[in-house]
């Protein structure tokens, strides 16, 4: 059996800040009640049942963490239909713009490397904003 690779530190911390920043955006977007609306289709869930989506699809470095391009969006959108684009691109150009459009696009063909001390205080304004929000309900 092949050993299983470990991942390295900066891999680590960014798993950490994703998944805190997930949480944070899912979390800000719940109505008093803690739910939350899908933005491509409408289905409304519990905050935790439901994902932070990418709008530019490969999750690059460049935009990994760009939340001009990431909102709620149920699982069935999010992962069986691929980002349910047609519907985010709406979506999107509403809430954003065209011009936020293109530029994210344009980033996300673009290299971009993080960097511990980066990734540690993305973890701590992630981790503050969470905060925040328990702290209101």
Not at 52 to 59: I, Y
Not at 64 to 91: A, K, T, V
Request: contains cysteine.
């Amino acid at each position: 059996m092949p050993k299983k690779r470990k991942r390295g530190p900066i891999a680590a911390l960014k798993d950490k800040a994703w998944k805190l920043l997930s949480h944070a955006i899912r979390l800000e977007a719940a109505d008093p009640n803690g739910y939350v609306s899908c933005v491509t289709c409408g289905t409304t869930k519990p905050w935790q049942e439901m994902e932070a989506g990418h709008f530019v699809p490969g999750r690059g470095n460049s935009i990994l963490f760009d939340e001009r391009g990431i909102y709620c969006q149920c699982s069935r959108c999010n992962r069986m239909e691929g980002g349910n684009l047609p519907h985010y691109f709406e979506y999107m150009r509403s809430q954003q713009g065209l011009a936020v459009i293109n530029e994210l696009m344009t980033l996300a063909r673009q290299p971009r490397r993080l960097y511990k001390p980066e990734l540690h205080a993305m973890i701590e304004q992630y981790q503050d904003r969470i905060d925040q929000c328990k702290e209101v309900q």
